[in-house]
């Protein structure tokens, strides 16, 4: 059974940092993409960033360019989502998404077939 586990949302100050894993199970990463997603209370949800497991090909919203970084480990199936900076306006329930092969700027979330639960990340002091 494919199954995506996320992990290491909480509570961070203004500037903190947190790393986000996405752990995959029932399924290798190679033929897929994952992307990051967030949804914030009152607000739609938002692609964050995501990575073509296949070329390593990364992409990331405007609005955490810089901050944030995705990555994957194949030897533990995870992909990680190293977040910088934070502020406020992350504060949101995270959630990660597997869709075949590639993903772009263009990706939507429709076109993810496999979320997981959530994590949710607060920012505030």
């Known amino acids: 059974q494919l199954q995506l586990v996320e992990s290491g949302g909480g509570l961070v100050q203004p500037g903190g940092s947190l790393r986000l894993s996405c752990a995959a199970s029932?399924?290798?990463?190679?033929?897929?993409?994952i992307g990051w997603f967030r949804r914030a209370p009152g607000k739609e949800r938002e692609g964050v960033s995501c990575i073509s497991i296949s070329d390593g090909s990364t992409y990331y919203a405007d609005s955490v360019k810089g901050r944030f970084t995705i990555s994957v480990d194949n030897t533990k199936n995870t992909v990680y989502l190293q977040m910088n900076s934070l502020t406020p306006e992350d504060t949101a329930d995270y959630y990660c998404a597997a869709k075949d092969y590639y993903c772009s700027p263009n990706s939507r979330g429709y076109e993810y077939e496999y979320w997981g639960q959530g994590t949710q990340v607060t920012v505030s002091s």
């Open positions: 029932g399924f290798t990463l190679d033929y897929y993409a």
